[in-house]
């Protein structure tokens, strides 16, 4: 158990549904990071939420959106889901301010949120 | 702009075979970090080593060795006498001063009993 704590695991919908991913990070950990994994594009960073505010953004779709709450949980939302958003959804966690600034932070990630669009 | 570039799509080896993963990285920062995860059949990304941009000593832990060369960019793993559980998809990925995480394209390793 790497401490990160992702739900749902799996998750079937349809086309033009919305989803919410959640992300709890471990213990103590400020940062939260948000990864798509896909067959074609590999492993992708989405966003990076620090104690609540957003710090960079990456590939992340405007169907998409993300927030972390002042308890540190992070929400990934997914809107008007296509068939090419099914992947795994990683969220991550890491800790020391100092070390988020000069990319030392190991990421721990979660088990993943396995998502299908059908 | 960082990149992380894997090479090998696919490697397939025999148990107690020695396997070397390839990972070249490209970045204009001169200070960065290097790491490499490892994704079991479970799914789960699993960390396995990070190192700094200065320290080019190569770092062995039990059958895993990680070789650290800036002269070529290059950051390789090997496993030495691979065994069934290794079998996994090895990532090389990168990361610098305020940057996110970037991830090579990632390494299937089948080990054959």
């Known amino acids: 158990d790497s401490g990160v704590t992702q739900t749902p695991k799996h998750l079937i919908t349809a086309t033009g549904q919305r989803v919410t991913l959640r992300c709890s990070p471990r213990?103590?950990?400020?940062?939260v990071y948000w990864y798509q994994q896909s067959l074609d594009q590999g492993l992708q960073f989405l966003i990076h939420y620090y104690n609540g505010e957003e710090r960079a953004k990456g590939n992340i779709l405007e169907r998409f959106s993300a927030q972390q709450f002042p308890d540190l949980h992070s929400e990934l939302n997914l809107s008007s889901l296509e068939l090419g958003d099914s992947a795994l959804y990683f969220c991550?966690?890491?800790?020391?301010?100092?070390?988020?600034?000069?990319?030392?932070?190991?990421?721990?990630f979660g088990a993943g949120s396995r998502l299908t669009v059908l | 702009a960082q990149k992380v570039t894997q090479a090998q799509t696919e490697i397939s080896v025999v148990e107690k075979e020695d396997v070397t993963l390839d990972c070249v990285y490209e970045t204009r920062d001169t200070t960065y970090y290097l790491f490499w995860y490892k994704q079991p059949p479970s799914g789960e990304l699993v960390f396995l080593i990070r190192?700094?941009?200065?320290?080019?000593q190569n770092e062995i832990s039990g059958r895993y060795s990680w070789n650290f060369q800036k002269s070529t960019s290059s950051f390789n793993f090997t496993i030495t006498a691979s065994q069934v559980v290794d079998s996994a998809v090895y990532f090389c990925?990168?990361?610098?001063?305020?940057?996110?995480?970037?991830f090579g394209k990632g390494t299937r390793l089948s080990v054959i009993a």
């Open positions: 991550a966690s890491s800790g020391s301010r100092d070390r988020e600034v000069s990319g030392a932070n190991v990421l721990t």
């Open positions: 213990s103590g950990d400020l940062s």
């Open positions: 990925a990168l990361r610098s001063l305020n940057t996110p995480l970037v």
């Open positions: 190192r700094n941009s200065f320290d080019e």
